[in-house]
């Protein structure tokens, strides 16, 4: 080999090496870095999750700096004094063109934002799966979240129902199951399992009619299913915050601020996010597989604010409502808008992974990546920990 190859192979060497070190450092300063995270949610219509209009419920988070946000801001190129929105963007073409631009951009990256998605209706079959049918099998010994079988039980229940049963008869078995879970009365028990029975007498599959009779079974488990919940756990906005934290204690295991805009139902759940940011207690492990996640949450803070204040707050906007516009375009087929078209060809998905309520014709542990590797019960041992936890003042007072 020449003394001027030897040369190249070296210098080439010297800068694979010099990348891979201040790759290393800006991990190094991230890890020990107590960062400041902006949240934005959009189709927040509560526990209404049958709502023909907003199918979807998404959650977005970013953690850019103002001079990136103002940097993210210009690319949208919008003309108006006010703040930067969505819904005013997308009437026109040229504001379509300046949301595409913002989301094309090298900022726009898994590890600078988050996002969470939630199919309403889909949303429905797995809290029956998980408020019924789980706390039945509890009281009967067995564990329905090992390997994953509440997925694959709500993804089965899910398209069976849609496919075997009257669709009206459905959707009526589902409006019944939340009045259910917000009145809790005689009345509306046994009007949502008379809806049950109407949907299992619907079915063109005979086969399928066991499956609903687990449905049914619960009746007999009720009361106790219902005194061990909470009226606002049909709205996704709780569970997808969490979700956020445990994705971001990856990035800052040292903690991080929260800046949520404006959002009566996570504001009314202060309280109990304090609680799981109990930085007093030891962190554990709670859950099983890849669902595994790390108590205390690690956020320091939780405030709610404007978004006229925090020009990220208005990134996040655009950010969490290019993805919902995106999902509900998939749910409904509306595949040919234009706005749809210029999205579905970032790859989206990327950014969400696992992170969503979906239904996915999925069953199989290894498929769901579910299959059982050990851990605790996180439905069983989280109680214990929100009994011994001292509400963080940083969040509770704020």
Not at 252 to 268: A, K, M, N, W, Y
Not at 314 to 334: M, N, P, R, V, Y
Request: glycine fraction near 4%; charge should be neutral; charged fraction near 25%.
């Amino acid at each position: 080999m020449s003394r001027n190859s030897q040369q190249k192979r070296a210098k080439k060497k010297a800068l694979k090496v010099k990348v891979a070190n201040q790759k290393a450092e800006r991990l190094r300063v991230k890890m020990n870095t107590i960062a400041t995270i902006y949240l934005d949610e959009s189709g927040n219509t509560g526990s209404n999750l049958l709502d023909e209009n907003q199918p979807v419920f998404s959650l977005a988070s970013c953690s850019f700096t103002e001079k990136e946000a103002q940097l993210l801001s210009d690319l949208v190129g919008s003309q108006s004094e006010h703040e930067i929105h969505f819904k005013r963007l997308k009437r026109r073409k040229p504001g379509q063109d300046g949301i595409i631009r913002l989301m094309k951009h090298a900022l726009i990256n898994p590890d600078n934002i988050k996002v969470n998605i939630f199919h309403k209706r889909f949303m429905i079959t797995s809290k029956i799966v998980d408020t019924l049918i789980e706390h039945m099998l509890h009281m009967r010994g067995e564990d329905l979240y090992l390997n994953g079988q509440n997925i694959a039980l709500s993804n089965m229940l899910f398209y069976c129902l849609e496919s075997f049963c009257d669709e009206a008869k459905v959707t009526e078995m589902y409006r019944k199951f939340v009045l259910m879970i917000k009145e809790r009365t005689p009345e509306s028990i046994s009007v949502f399992y008379s809806s049950v029975t109407e949907v299992k007498e619907s079915s063109s599959q005979e086969s399928f009619k066991s499956s609903i009779d687990q449905i049914l079974e619960t009746e007999g488990y009720i009361d106790g299913a219902l005194a061990n919940i909470d009226k606002t756990t049909l709205d996704p906005s709780i569970p997808a915050l969490f979700a956020q934290c445990v994705q971001w204690a990856q990035s800052f295991p040292r903690g991080f601020h929260l800046i949520h805009d404006d959002s009566h139902t996570v504001e009314q759940q202060k309280l109990l996010f304090a609680q799981f940011m109990d930085w007093t207690q030891e962190t554990i492990e709670y859950g099983y597989d890849r669902r595994k996640f790390g108590l205390p949450l690690k956020g320091k803070s939780l405030k709610f604010e404007s978004s006229h204040d925090h020009l990220q707050l208005q990134i996040a906007d655009i950010i969490i409502s290019s993805f919902t516009h995106w999902a509900t375009g998939l749910l409904k087929g509306e595949t040919e808008e234009y706005l749809f078209v210029e999205l579905n060809k970032l790859n989206l998905d990327r950014f969400i992974g696992h992170n969503k309520i979906w239904p996915t014709p999925d069953v199989d542990p290894k498929d769901l990546g579910t299959v059982h590797d050990g851990g605790l019960n996180a439905a069983n041992h989280i109680p214990s920990y929100l009994a011994k936890a001292t509400p963080n003042p940083e969040v509770a007072t704020s």
